[in-house]
């Protein structure tokens, strides 16, 4: 078993595709390589990489990519509020966010016990819950530095 922590190459972003019944395509492969080596991009960062590779790819394109790929499951949206849409490969356990106030850096952070227990809300008011978001707030380490 290939451990999660293994750096990925183009055909393990290849076969992903295929695992969902997507076509593979160079902007998919390039899409999914930005955003697994930069978590929690937003898609101005992610055109900027993907760019490095396809020169000639159009916002547009990328776009429709990361919406396809979060459709698909292979990417997370992640919107935090005050936040513009990033996006990160770590997708299907429920883990949250600490997000900078000051400069908008996002880090992961596990669920804090079990198996996502914040999908179990007291009331669900009869919905069909998958997902939760819980945003964690407060300054990165450089932020806090540079206010003292
Ligand atoms: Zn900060
Ligand atoms: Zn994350």
């Known amino acids: 078993m290939r451990q999660a922590s293994a750096v990925p190459t183009p ?7 295929r695992g969902v019944e997507l ?16 978590p929690h991009a937003d ?3 992610v055109i900027g990489v993907v760019r490095e590779d396809l ?23 992640i919107e935090p509020p005050g936040s513009v849409a990033r ?15 000051s400069c908008g850096a996002t880090a992961d952070v ?6 996502a227990p914040c ?8 919905f069909v819950i998958d997902e939760a ?3 964690f707030r407060g300054l990165c380490p450089d932020c806090s530095t540079a206010n003292r």
Do not use: K
Not at 23 to 38: F, I
Not at 57 to 62: K, L, P
Not at 110 to 115: E, I, L, R, S
């Open 23 to 38: 076509r593979v395509t160079r902007p998919r492969v390039a899409v999914l390589s930005a955003v697994h080596d930069h």
């Open 43 to 45: 898609t101005d960062s």
């Open 55 to 77: 020169g000639g790819v159009s916002h547009q394109a990328v776009h429709d990519v990361l919406r396809v790929l979060t459709i698909a499951g292979l990417l997370r949206r």
């Open 87 to 101: 996006y990160e490969a770590r997708v299907g356990d429920n883990h949250h966010h600490v997000v900078c106030r």
């Open 133 to 135: 978001e819980v945003v």
């Open 110 to 115: 596990d669920c804090a016990v079990g198996p």
């Open 119 to 126: 999908l179990n809300p007291s009331v669900d008011h009869g």
């Open 11 to 17: 055909s393990d972003f290849e076969r992903m595709l």
